[in-house]
């Protein structure tokens, strides 16, 4: 940031994933190398159960050098090589979001506050609510579209119809279901699978279905969570982001338990949503590696 | 403790529970005044569903003033008119307590430490193993009577009734599971209720059952932990008392896991052990009351 | 609050501090049970090396039964034989409070929220900047009040002045200082004494002083923290209310530990703020109590 | 450690440092390829003041192929290129260790129990006390010898050359102070300087010096903690390797802030070992990079 000499060149984030054998990370850095690549830092990950190698580089290579078109040539080669799933982004373009809300809006007004501030590398190119506006009246949305999409079981296949629409239309690359109380469809969650992040109100896998908070007062736990994960058709057994927990004692009734959770869901999800916008996290069948600092 | 004064007296925990009412804290604290009580600490729950009141007493008496008797008659008293449970106890006297330990030793060894250094107020009155002495050859127990317990299916009665025996022989007022990997009958779970505490080596209740840290690995959590509980015949199912947990990643094995779960199940323990002994657990259906200062 | 008897009472605090001696809470429990109070809680702690004995107590009596001024004198009463300071204050009332803040609103914007969904018992009745209202452009406020109070080297007096005016007209019982840059003169801090709370952006005493995650940065912690505390005419040196810490590692730059603070910031002073209007926190010289559920 | 293949290689890690170029990547892993080595994991860090680079490289290459002398040569030849420091160590070499110790055991019998399972990698070489044998009758030390070095204001220069001497003689890699309540000269922690770690029982920067437990007490701070460090000449202000922090309240007393701390101390110092053993520590000025997985 400080770097002028930095500042200058086009930073990249590379990840990838391939089955594991020697050279892989040989050939890539020389391959980056001679584009006139600079490595500013690169995380791996060898899994041993199922052999596969999973990687994230950050690079920049100077402006004016190579063209993107380029480096995707030579990642392709190298791709038919390694047999090697990749995807290539500019560090510093936003990730094109659109955010899904209920009646509580803590999530919602948490990321767009930490969207305002230059924290969260976001674009929010929609709002989706099945409240109407002003529901959430004292939101400065900022332009920001919103749309009102109410839902009742019979209009449930529109209603998501319409709600890929939008994500089609605005080229979301997220979803972010930011305490989004209605359930996907299969077909819906099928189809937003490995870009749209859920936050489950519970310590993941205790406490699924509804009403978590409830059941862990009843069941007299002494710390309470919350889940980032992605979704899937299999409700609440999608691989797991983030986590994080809370300390509640016998005298936390359920709204006090409902008022931790705030605090717990809104580190969790924003922490989840930045892991994605940089590059950080990759689905691993039922699982994820998420590459931390 | 620095304060003469107060080590000149006896000092006692009194416990109680009774369907709430007005008075009650009134007449209890009357009831001690009188006797030349002076009450040192005191908490008090109000457990909203059920209307029961719950409370714990630390007061001490001068030495060489009322009789221990002399409090009870004025306590059960009291018990009549409020229809109380109750009970009291020396402060200082340390609770007699069986450890049972299978072939994995770290909350063992890490309770008889914390005995040993005077951090934990037990008494260990016997240690039993379904391994051999030579399997913990290296812990010196002090002159802590040893009991080779062996189990199969077949002898299973036979080895719970000699335990039993063991419990009822040293007047043991707890018994601790210390990873111990046995599952107890129904009616042992039973007889021991409310004085048998268990270690769960997960974050209950995600992960009952048997090998909870490959459960754990599988499903990919981000926090693994381990649950400090009451044993009931209902397993994995007993009030808990105490919980922790610690961050894990995907880079974690099933190895790491279980290394960096011998930490918390060691604190978890020995914090839940200290609770009882300090009379601040007291069980409430299927949850407790942890009265924490 | 589901209980419909108890909602037909009005419920009140007490909190109190006197010279340990025997017969305080027989006395104080008597006299409330005689005037119809029914006790729902209450803490205490004996302070051993002054001791002094303090105590919160929450209990209610039945609406239009005794009135608040009779209330008051049997505490006096009791004040006058225990040498007692104490405060008495309706539950439900909300605590009006002056926030004060500085370029970086993110402790103000989460304290509005906290207040407007109903979480946090305040009445915010005057927000002071040293920033213009624009600085704070996203932000609804409302209808509280909003005063642009710049300050220099020159001014600060009557910046100071004005400030005080606003308090005293508003009948503010707590102000807050949410990342307000400016240090208080001395006369204004102890003007303030034990109802201003500050928050510390490190994990006090460690970093005292400017620029706490630069100083964090330059000496390689791996935790950073944030406190709040009364403010005193000592900086930095206020009686310590909370604090909370997060993980850092080597790779976390200045910025980094910014945004992490931020997160800490946010949830420490929101709670020191909670337990400020929930009569938890009771000044004891250089230090507080805390009376935690 | 399932799988065969890999078990028949010797693993080795790689850590280095050196200024920041592009291509270090690149001709770093191309040389281990072309050795026959198979990366399995890898982490670096771009220190943006300095300029520096760090890197550490876990590999294997197949039993029975290239010798240690000639993976020495190349990377030699490499260090020329890119004026690296670097150091290479088989992974499965268990850490010569000497622990020294005073009157408090915990952190010295929580080292030997995490070796004795084989969760730490170290080779305990010698225990050196400035207590007798007996103070530590409970603990067996297994043959591990043990030396009584008493010390004085007069003795101290004749016994830092006998402990000199030991470490010497045992071609020890790491000397632990483990609650070792000496400070060591300015010769002797310039001689250790970078294999020698202690434990200090606060979270530094806060309280250096003697009696940390108690001046948190008499601040009043709501959280305490334990510091691993390197240590240097200047006391307290070594780079730091680890820290962790416990909760603690207005009601713990000095003796539970310490029985809390030598649960935090145990962590800490265990996690600092570990990593040290592991080669992910490489000091950087006064601050240290810890690649953690």
Known sequence: MSDPARDARLSYVLTLSCPNRPG??????QALFELGGDIAGAQ???ERESRIFFMRVVFSVPAGGVERAVLGQALAALAARFDMHWSLRESLRPTRTVIMVS????????????????ELAIAPVAIIANHPR???AHIDLDGIPFHYLPVTAATKAAQEARMAEIVRGT???LVVLARYMQILSDSMSAWLAGRCINIHHSFLPGFK????????????VKLIGATAHFVTPDLDEGPIIEQDVERITH????DDLIRKGRDIERRVLARAVRYFTECRVIPNGRKTIVFNP
């Open 134 to 136: 002003e529901t959430y």
């Open 44 to 46: 791996q990950f060898d």
């Open 251 to 254: 005298a936390d009734t359920p």
């Open 24 to 29: 892989i990370v040989a050939a890539i850095s």
């Open 171 to 173: 080229g979301a690359e």
């Open 103 to 118: 009646r509580f809006d803590h999530c919602l007004v948490d990321l767009l506050y930490r969207w305002r501030i230059g």
């Open 209 to 220: 279905g509804a009403r978590p908070y409830h059941q862990a007062f009843a069941r007299g």
